[in-house]
C-alpha cells in the first residue's frame, strides 16, 4: 500500500518535472515513442516470451539466452524490456529481438496496453 502510494506521488512528480526539464523531457518522449513503436509489432499467432533486464549486464545475460531462445524455436516473439536509462536503444537493437522497450512506472494502467497486447507466455526477469 505504501509503495504504491510512494510511486504515484512519484509519477506526478516527474510529470511536473517534464515541464521545466526540456533534457528529461526528451528522453521520457523517446521512451513513450519506442513503447508505441513496440506495441505496432505483429504477434499474432506466436506465443511471446517477455524478458527483463534491469540494466546494460542483464541485457547482455539477456541476449545469450535470446539465442538459445530462438535456436530452439525460432517462432517464439521476443519482447525485451529494460529500466535503466544506462541502456541505449542502440543496445536494444538485435535481430533476434523482436520488439523492445523502456519499462514505464509500476502503474497497473501503464502495463495495461503491454499485457492486453502481447500476452506473454513466459516472463524471465534477469537480475544481477
Known amino acids: ?10 509519477y506526478y ?13 526528451a528522453i521520457q518522449k523517446q521512451r ?6 513496440a506495441l505496432l509489432q505483429n504477434t499474432k499467432g506466436k506465443d511471446v516470451i517477455w524478458l527483463h533486464s ?9 541476449k545469450a539466452l535470446i539465442a538459445v531462445i530462438k535456436r ?4 517464439i ?4 524490456s529494460v529500466f535503466s536509462a544506462s541502456v541505449t536503444e542502440k543496445q536494444l537493437i538485435d535481430p533476434l529481438i523482436d520488439a ?5 512506472f ?11 497486447k502481447f500476452k506473454p507466455k513466459k516472463l524471465i526477469i534477469l537480475a544481477w
Open 77 to 80: 516473439f521476443i519482447l525485451q
Open 1 to 10: 500500500f505504501i509503495y504504491t502510494i510512494f510511486v504515484y506521488i512519484i
Open 13 to 25: 512528480i516527474v510529470s511536473i518535472l517534464l515541464y521545466f526539464l526540456p533534457k528529461f523531457k
Open 54 to 62: 534491469a540494466s546494460v549486464g542483464e541485457l547482455d545475460q539477456s
Open 106 to 116: 509500476d502503474i497497473p494502467s501503464l502495463y495495461k496496453p503491454i499485457l492486453k
Open 72 to 75: 530452439k524455436n525460432p517462432e
Open 32 to 37: 513513450r515513442e519506442i513503447l508505441k513503436n
Open 100 to 104: 523492445y522497450f523502456y519499462l514505464p
